[in-house]
C-alpha cells in the first residue's frame, strides 16, 4: 500500500508560478510511474504530465500545459513534483498525483494508476 500527500497549492496570479510536490510513503517508491491530474468543477479528471519509474525517465504532458508545467522526480526523497509556471486561469483545478506499480511507463489513462492523492487545490486569478 502507497499513501501520496499533495502539497503546494495555493491562489496565484495569472503569469505567475508554483511547485506542487507530492510525498510517498513506502520503500517502492522508485518502481512507480507517476502522473498528475487535475479536475476543475464540472470536469473530468484530466491528466497533465506523468514520468516514468526511473529518475530521469520519460516524461509526457497533455498539450495544454506542455512548455509551462514540468514533472520531475527525486527517488532518494520518495518524492514527485510538479513545476507550473506561466500560469493561466483555465489552469485552475484541484491538482492530484497518481502512482502505477510496478516498474511502469507513464501512462495518460487515468484508470491505469493505482493509488492517488487526496488532492491540493491550485486556483488561478485573472
Known amino acids: 500500500q502507497v499513501q501520496l500527500v499533495e502539497s503546494g497549492g495555493g491562489l496565484v496570479q495569472a503569469g505567475g508560478s508554483l511547485r506542487l510536490s507530492c510525498a510517498a510513503s513506502g520503500d517502492t517508491f522508485g518502481s512507480y510511474a507517476m502522473g498528475w491530474f487535475r479536475q476543475a468543477p464540472g470536469k473530468e479528471r484530466e491528466f497533465v504530465a506523468g514520468?516514468?519509474?526511473?529518475?530521469?525517465?520519460?516524461?509526457l504532458y497533455a498539450d495544454s500545459v506542455k512548455g509551462r508545467f514540468t514533472i520531475s522526480r527525486d527517488n532518494a526523497k520518495n518524492t514527485v513534483y510538479l513545476r507550473l509556471n506561466s500560469l493561466k486561469p483555465e489552469d485552475t483545478a484541484v491538482y492530484y498525483c497518481?502512482?502505477?506499480?510496478?516498474?511502469?511507463?507513464?501512462?495518460?489513462?487515468?484508470?491505469?494508476?493505482?493509488?492517488w492523492g487526496q488532492g491540493t487545490q491550485v486556483t488561478v486569478s485573472s
Open positions: 497518481a502512482a502505477k506499480k510496478y516498474y511502469a511507463n507513464v501512462n495518460p489513462d487515468r484508470s491505469a494508476y493505482d493509488y
Open positions: 514520468v516514468n519509474w526511473r529518475s530521469g525517465g520519460r516524461t
